[in-house]
């Protein structure tokens, strides 16, 4: 289903896909349980929300709410990847800590934790002490580690080129957005970045957010807002003085890009 599009984890791109017809998300009203699949009420859910349904029916909703917190009641599936000793699927309650379920997995020198997946938030060490639930810190599940050798940056920029091929381009805002925030972050990660970029990165991203059709959009930006927020450091350390100028164009990397599109080097002639 979905033919593996990331878009299609949105359930009215789904639903189209399941027609026949491309992912790409619906407008809504009408909602899926009123007009869905073939325009009849439909019900759409993963997996884990049926499997602890029938945990509620048979144990009863007093049980299932004996785990977790006040506002985020019973256990969550947690799939932890990424530089731990323990990685795997946990099912733990709401409420644990960033810095628990670090302790629990082996990912105590972590320098950041991806919590959500590509669209969630980076947490950085000094906000371990953060609890996962939907009133603090919410998560599908995902949950990414991040040792000190890694480059959050470039693995920010991963994530950017992942919304990029992602997007159904349905909508401007995400379809030229997300290729524009890319585009300025590999700026600033390639050392030609000025403060400027930073602000507008801010302001693109928040657009965005603001604008696009569905979650995807309304998501990508995600990466890129929460290290600014979190992680500025590592942005204004690749910076460079501006003088005035905005160095946009890099001669070096247009060369490369023209090497391979003509397949072979270039020539170049002294007077």
Avoid at 254 to 265: E, S, T
């Amino acid at each position: 289903l979905g033919a593996g599009a990331y878009v299609c984890g949105e359930e009215s791109a789904l639903i189209s896909s399941c027609e026949g017809g491309r992912g790409v998300p619906k407008d809504r009203p009408p909602f899926p349980v009123e007009r869905g699949y073939l325009g009849l009420p439909t019900v759409v859910n993963n997996v884990e929300t049926f499997a602890t349904v029938a945990r509620i029916l048979e144990k009863g909703a007093g049980w299932f709410a004996s785990f977790g917190t006040r506002d985020s009641t019973g256990t969550k599936l947690f799939s932890v990847s990424g530089d731990c000793a323990k990685p795997g699927i946990y099912e733990l309650p709401y409420g644990l800590t960033v810095r628990e379920l670090m302790a629990l997995v082996g990912g105590e020198g972590a320098q950041a934790v991806l919590v959500g997946g590509p669209s969630g938030s980076f947490v950085k060490p000094e906000d371990f002490d953060r609890k996962i639930g939907y009133e603090a810190l919410a998560t599908g599940g995902s949950v990414m580690v991040f040792g000190p050798r890694r480059d959050l940056l470039e693995v920010v920029s991963g994530f950017m080129r992942f919304f990029v091929d992602e997007s159904c381009g349905h909508c401007v805002p995400c379809r030229v957005g997300n290729v524009l925030i890319k585009e300025r972050l590999d700026k600033i990660r390639a050392g030609h970045g000025v403060a400027e970029d930073l602000g507008y990165l801010e302001e693109l991203c928040a657009t965005v957010k603001r604008m696009s059709r569905c979650g995807l959009g309304q998501t990508s930006p995600n990466p890129v807002v929460t290290t600014l927020a979190s992680f500025r450091g590592l942005y204004e350390r690749r910076l460079t003085e501006s003088n005035g100028l905005q160095p946009d164009f890099d001669l070096n990397a247009a060369l490369q890009a023209a090497v391979k599109a003509q397949g072979r080097a270039p020539v170049f002639h002294e007077d």
